[in-house]
């Protein structure tokens, strides 16, 4: 394939220009390493060689979003991660569970079947006066209003639908939205025959890593199915701040848009396929997902939300409709994205609320969820307060040197005999390992902390009389997996020092957002009575490990509950309930938000938790006990 580009292009931009895919999980910053190519005639010129060692660089190889063309350049372009996989295993882990209310009251969609009479000389009543007459007779719907796309068909479809001397429809009818429940119904669509048999609505989560759609049954409130699969945007940074970053490019913010778009609508299609549905079948759609991936999903600049004061463009954007964002659903239908609080605490984080019932208990109660942004939410029924601590996307398996997202073949437990510093390990899936995902890389942490393979400042101990620890192009490291227990091609599975810093820093902003929130409001960890984690990711969070790390604080084990994706449990409950689509709207208003990135207190309880598993060990009494402290 050959393309023509100016000298001093960029290769990922030449490599794009020419239609060819390449990962840039860090958003094309030259950080992450691996969008590495292989430079096989040309002159380049590298800004950066991050992640290469120098071997690698004098076989030619090069950091695409780093590298400029300066003459006629022969590329080859090395498999790339597959960032488009799918994610049926994320996707049955995610969200296995349906949550359900008895007080829905009247659902935001119905349809009626109506018998009209056409006009005749003796009855000239307009078509769409009709329409508002038998909704009104056969059915009390009263006030129905129409917008103009539908008042342009209007007069078609009713003649076409003439049977036995009548006109034979059924009338979709929108009954308010979160703006105006008790609003004047809208006519969303006039249907030829009698097709009231179910009603189509979608509830999603748009997570930074994954998203997650559940088809729904509006009518009997029934779950229809539900599908899930890494988001798009993936291969454009793995974080939010390097997607905002990526808007900066010419074309980005719309590259990006189009990317969960094209996610969210490949699910549909499989759910509606499944189904034996058209996309003119969903009416209504709720969103949830944190302020980066709302702004995105609308085509909203998120520029604003990294610069300080770090002010989004909206917390609770208004109701679109479905052609307006390319959607694969009705025309005509709602888009729901539900309100965040602020500039890192999203949709996703008041569903979770929600989900969790935490502003109706008595109980003051922690709510996390431990993914990249790392929101935290702490309080009860009288008061809610929240934050977010940037996690990075350490724990999704990036930025670490084996890391891999959750899929068959990743790592997720470890253990680590004692006296010989061997490893045992299991796999998702029970595949040859291929890496090792956020569950395995806490497990590993806690193990070779308490068997004495790092200490409480995360450095690897060279002095173990084992060939396991070693030095590796980066400095010290531990292999997990030889390369001949591995997976084709993965090579040695390891985990360097310099990942275990990372990964501290992590586990460090976690629990210092975890402090300060208690803090703030006159309390200590220890009086939390109970932690709720939300999140795909956080229910496969081993506790006693996490603990260990000082991940989590050091409390009873049966304190802590898991509650799998409450993103999109949340969406689908304001989905089908307008009660609960009413009550989210007033936990974000009751939900204080504290802004950690000007707050000099975090700075300092993240300083004092960079350690394994905090500089304060008497707040971590399990784990002193374990090192025979």
Same mark, same amino acid.
């Not at 909203?300 to 409709?321: F, G, H, K, S």
């Not at 089908?576 to 009413?582: G, K, S, V």
């Given at each position: 394939?050959?393309?023509? +580009?100016?000298? &001093?292009?960029?290769?990922?931009?030449?490599?794009?220009?020419?239609?060819?895919?390449?990962?840039?999980?860090?958003?094309?910053?030259?950080?992450? #390493?691996?969008?590495?190519?292989?430079?096989?005639?040309?002159?380049?010129?590298?800004?950066?060689?991050?992640?290469?060692?120098?071997?690698?660089?004098?076989?030619?190889?090069?950091?695409?979003?780093?590298?400029?063309?300066?003459?006629?350049?022969?590329?080859?372009?090395?498999?790339?991660?597959?960032?488009?996989?799918?994610?049926? !295993?994320?996707?049955?882990?995610?969200a296995p569970?349906?949550?359900?209310? *008895?007080?829905?009251?009247?659902?935001? +969609?119905?349809?009626?079947?109506?018998?009209?009479?056409?006009?005749?000389?003796?009855?000239?009543?307009?078509?769409?006066?009709?329409?508002?007459?038998?909704?009104?007779?056969?059915?009390?719907?009263?006030?129905?209003?129409?917008?103009?796309?539908?008042?342009?068909?209007?007069?078609?479809? %009713?003649?076409?639908?003439?049977?036995d001397?009548?006109?034979?429809?059924?009338?979709?009818?929108?009954?308010?939205?979160?703006?105006?429940?008790?609003? @004047?119904?809208?006519?969303? !669509?006039?249907?030829?025959?009698?097709?009231?048999?179910?009603?189509?609505?979608?509830?999603?989560?748009?997570?930074?890593?994954?998203?997650?759609?559940?088809?729904?049954?509006?009518s009997?409130?029934?779950?229809?199915?539900?599908?899930?699969?890494?988001?798009?945007?993936?291969?454009?940074?793995?974080d939010?701040i390097?997607?905002?970053?990526?808007?900066?490019?010419?074309?980005?913010?719309?590259?990006?848009?189009?990317?969960?778009?094209?996610t $969210?609508?490949?699910?549909? !299609?499989? %759910?509606?396929?499944?189904?034996?549905?058209?996309?003119?079948?969903?009416?209504?759609?709720?969103?949830?997902?944190?302020?980066?991936?709302?702004?995105?999903?609308?085509?909203?600049?998120?520029?604003?939300?990294?610069?300080?004061?770090?002010?989004?463009?909206?917390?609770?954007?208004?109701?679109?409709?479905?052609?307006?964002?390319?959607?694969?659903?009705?025309?005509?239908?709602?888009?729901?994205?539900?309100?965040?609080?602020?500039?890192?605490v999203?949709? *996703?984080?008041?569903?979770?609320?929600?989900?969790?019932?935490?502003?109706?208990?008595?109980?003051?109660?922690?709510?996390?969820?431990?993914?990249?942004?790392?929101?935290?939410v702490?309080?009860?029924?009288d008061?809610?307060?929240?934050? @977010?601590?940037?996690?990075?996307? @350490?724990?999704?398996?990036?930025?670490?040197?084996?890391?891999?997202?959750?899929?068959? &073949?990743a790592?997720?437990?470890?253990?680590?005999?004692?006296?010989?510093a061997?490893?045992?390990?299991?796999?998702?899936?029970?595949?040859?390992?291929?890496? $090792?995902? &956020?569950? =395995?890389?806490?497990?590993?942490?806690?193990?070779m902390?308490?068997?004495?393979? $790092?200490?409480?400042?995360?450095?690897?101990?060279?002095?173990?009389?084992?060939?396991?620890?070693?030095?590796?192009?980066?400095?010290?490291?531990?292999?997990?997996?030889?390369? *001949?227990?591995?997976?084709?091609g993965?090579?040695?599975?390891?985990?360097?020092?310099?990942?275990?810093?990372?990964?501290?820093?992590?586990?460090?902003?976690?629990?210092?957002?975890?402090?300060?929130?208690?803090?703030?409001?006159?309390?200590?960890?220890?009086?939390?009575?109970?932690?709720?984690? =939300?999140?795909?990711? #956080?229910q496969?969070?081993?506790?006693?490990?996490?603990i260990?790390?000082?991940?989590?604080? !050091?409390?009873?084990? *049966?304190?802590?509950?898991?509650?799998?994706?409450?993103? +999109?449990?949340?969406?689908?409950?304001?989905?089908?309930?307008?009660?609960?689509?009413?009550r $989210?709207?007033?936990?974000?208003?009751?939900?204080?938000?504290?802004?950690?990135s000007?707050?000099?207190?975090?700075?300092?309880?993240?300083?004092?938790?960079?350690?394994?598993?905090?500089?304060?060990?008497?707040?971590?009494?399990?784990?002193?006990?374990?090192? =025979?402290?």
């Open positions: 394939m050959i393309v023509r +580009v100016a000298p &001093g292009t960029v290769l990922s931009d030449a490599l794009a220009k020419a239609g060819v895919r390449i990962a840039l999980p860090c958003g094309g910053q030259g950080r992450c #390493g691996r969008c590495r190519v292989l430079v096989r005639e040309g002159q380049v010129r590298r800004r950066s060689v991050v992640r290469l060692t120098p071997e690698e660089v004098a076989q030619g190889y090069a950091l695409a979003c780093q590298t400029l063309v300066e003459s006629d350049v022969t590329l080859y372009v090395p498999p790339q991660e597959e960032v488009l996989e799918r994610a049926e !295993d994320t996707a049955t882990r995610a569970e349906v949550v359900t209310c *008895d007080h829905a009251g009247l659902p935001w +969609v119905m349809k009626y079947h109506l018998r009209i009479t056409p006009p005749s000389l003796d009855d000239n009543t307009t078509d769409w006066e009709r329409v508002q007459r038998e909704l009104a007779r056969q059915h009390d719907v009263r006030g129905v209003r129409i917008e103009l796309p539908l008042l342009k068909r209007l007069a078609g479809v %009713l003649r076409a639908s003439e049977r001397g009548a006109w034979d429809v059924t009338a979709v009818v929108e009954h308010g939205t979160w703006q105006d429940p008790d609003g @004047a119904p809208r006519l969303i !669509d006039l249907v030829p025959g009698d097709v009231t048999g179910r009603t189509l609505g979608l509830a999603v989560d748009i997570g930074t890593t994954t998203n997650v759609v559940y088809l729904s049954d509006l009997g409130r029934q779950m229809l199915g539900r599908a899930s699969a890494y988001n798009g945007q993936i291969a454009c940074g793995e939010i390097s997607r905002i970053i990526y808007c900066r490019r010419e074309g980005g913010l719309q590259h990006l848009q189009e990317l969960v778009v094209n $969210i609508n490949g699910l549909i !299609d499989e %759910l509606l396929a499944e189904q034996k549905a058209r996309p003119e079948d969903v009416y209504l759609m709720t969103v949830a997902g944190n302020p980066t991936m709302i702004h995105l999903f609308l085509g909203l600049d998120p520029a604003a939300i990294r610069l300080e004061p770090y002010i989004p463009t909206v917390n609770n954007p208004p109701p679109v409709r479905g052609r307006d964002l390319g959607l694969h659903i009705h025309p005509e239908a709602t888009v729901d994205c539900l309100p965040g609080v602020g500039a890192y999203g949709a *996703d984080i008041t569903a979770g609320v929600l989900r969790a019932g935490l502003h109706e208990s008595d109980a003051v109660t922690l709510f996390i969820d431990v993914g990249t942004n790392g929101e935290i702490l309080g009860n029924r008061w809610l307060i929240s934050c @977010a601590c940037s996690a990075g996307p @350490a724990f999704e398996g990036a930025g670490v040197e084996s890391g891999m997202r959750a899929a068959p &073949g790592i997720e437990e470890v253990w680590i005999d004692p006296q010989t061997e490893p045992t390990w299991r796999t998702i899936g029970d595949r040859p390992p291929r890496g $090792i995902c &956020g569950s =395995g890389i806490i497990s590993l942490l806690g193990e902390l308490i068997t004495g393979i $790092i200490d409480k400042g995360g450095r690897i101990n060279q002095t173990l009389n084992t060939p396991r620890v070693r030095m590796g192009h980066g400095g010290p490291e531990y292999v997990l997996v030889w390369a *001949d227990q591995a997976a084709p993965v090579g040695d599975v390891v985990i360097t020092e310099v990942d275990i810093q990372n990964l501290m820093r992590a586990k460090a902003a976690i629990y210092a957002g975890m402090s300060i929130l208690a803090s703030s409001v006159g309390l200590s960890l220890d009086m939390i009575e109970r932690v709720l984690i =939300g999140g795909a990711f #956080g496969y969070i081993d506790v006693e490990k996490a260990d790390i000082g991940l989590l604080p !050091d409390m009873p084990w *049966d304190r802590f509950q898991y509650l799998g994706n409450t993103s +999109v449990q949340g969406a689908y409950l304001c989905l089908q309930c307008r009660d609960h689509r009413a $989210i709207a007033e936990v974000a208003a009751m939900m204080t938000y504290l802004e950690l000007a707050d000099n207190a975090f700075m300092n309880e993240f300083t004092s938790a960079l350690f394994l598993p905090h500089t304060d060990m008497a707040a971590f009494p399990s784990v002193q006990e374990k090192l =025979g402290l």
